[in-house]
């Protein structure tokens, strides 16, 4: 069954997601899954996603960052499983920066592995709000106004020449091996761009060329990122823009998430930027 109308149905939520911000800047009492305070974007952005995407005839079930559980409605014949990341980035709503929304459309019941993606989609909130779409081997970045999308690149690629680079975590906490690979593509002149939400870093690595990686750190070989809502679907739109991905060994699609709220490292961006991170960290484990 087509993924459009999943594609439409974030690009509307999207919309009101953005506009309902202004008003939820405050904290709930509720943590996520994973142990994060929720803030009442993350509550609303949730509930209308899952509304929205489990209304869709395709869907079968939705999981989010922000529910413990899948969430199950109706039957299909070729039934679509949907992982989603409501609002991604949404500490940055205290400071005003940039969020996002990131959904991954699965063909398997969740947690379900790299492979059973099918397509893959984030929505930036940004100076404009914007969406990128991935499925079937073609990436695409649309402008999203009042729900409607208007495509601004229907065949959206890494450019090769990469110019920026932005990684997680506190530097005295990475490990020796990534910090030396890190000062080895600093040596590159690339330029640092971290802001502090995936899919805004994502979205630079996308429009200049570079890296972006949230590193297994000193008492958390797991990293931050989690594999199903994060990794997977970033991990997807990159590939499918030719460029690469890895969890420090090997490309995150060929991962198999053990539970839904699994966390892993996380580095996506042009393939030989990816090749030398592996390298180092294989050179590491020597
Ligand atoms: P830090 C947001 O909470 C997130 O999951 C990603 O979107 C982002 O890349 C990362 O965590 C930021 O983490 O530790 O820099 O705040």
């Known amino acids: 069954m087509s993924v459009e109308p999943v594609f439409e149905a974030v690009a509307a939520a999207g919309s009101e997601i953005r506009d309902a911000l202004a008003e939820r800047r405050s904290y709930e009492e509720e943590q996520n899954p994973s142990g994060e305070r929720q803030l009442a974007a993350d509550v609303y952005a949730d509930d209308l996603l899952g509304e929205r995407l489990l209304e869709l005839d395709s869907v079968t ?37 940039a969020m996002g929304t990131i959904v991954g459309v699965y063909d398997q019941p969740l947690p379900a592995p790299g492979s059973a993606l099918v397509a893959a989609c984030y929505v930036l909130y940004g100076p404009v709000t914007t969406m990128v779409t991935a499925r079937d081997g073609t990436v695409a970045e649309c402008l999203v106004e009042n729900g409607d999308r208007t495509v601004l690149n229907d065949n959206l690629t890494i450019p090769e020449d990469p110019v920026t680079y932005g990684f997680g ?8 091996d990534f910090a030396d690979y890190v000062e080895d593509i600093e040596s590159d002149r690339l330029k640092l761009r971290y802001a ?32 199903q809502f994060e990794g997977l679907p970033m ?19 060929k991962r198999s998430p053990d539970s839904l ?4 490292p996380v580095f996506v961006g042009n393939d030989p930027l990816v090749e030398r991170l592996e390298m180092a960290m294989a050179d590491g484990d020597a």
Not at 206 to 226: A, C, D, H, N, T
Not at 261 to 264: G, I, L, M, N, P
Request: proline share 6%; hydrophobic share 30%.
């Open 169 to 176: 975590g506190r530097i005295p906490d990475w490990l020796p």
């Open 261 to 264: 709220h699994e966390r892993s």
């Open 61 to 97: 079930t939705y999981a989010s960052e922000e529910r413990e559980t899948v969430e199950r409605r109706g039957t299909a014949a070729d039934p679509h499983h949907v992982s989603c990341d409501p609002l991604d980035g949404s500490s940055n709503l205290t400071s005003n920066n």
């Open 196 to 227: 502090g939400a995936m899919v805004a870093d994502v979205n630079q690595v996308l429009s200049y060329g570079g890296i972006f990686g949230y590193p297994m750190v000193q008492g958390r070989p797991e990293g931050k990122l989690r594999l």
């Open 235 to 253: 991990g997807y739109v990159v590939e499918t823009a030719g460029g690469a991905s890895t969890d420090g060994t090997r490309s995150l699609l």
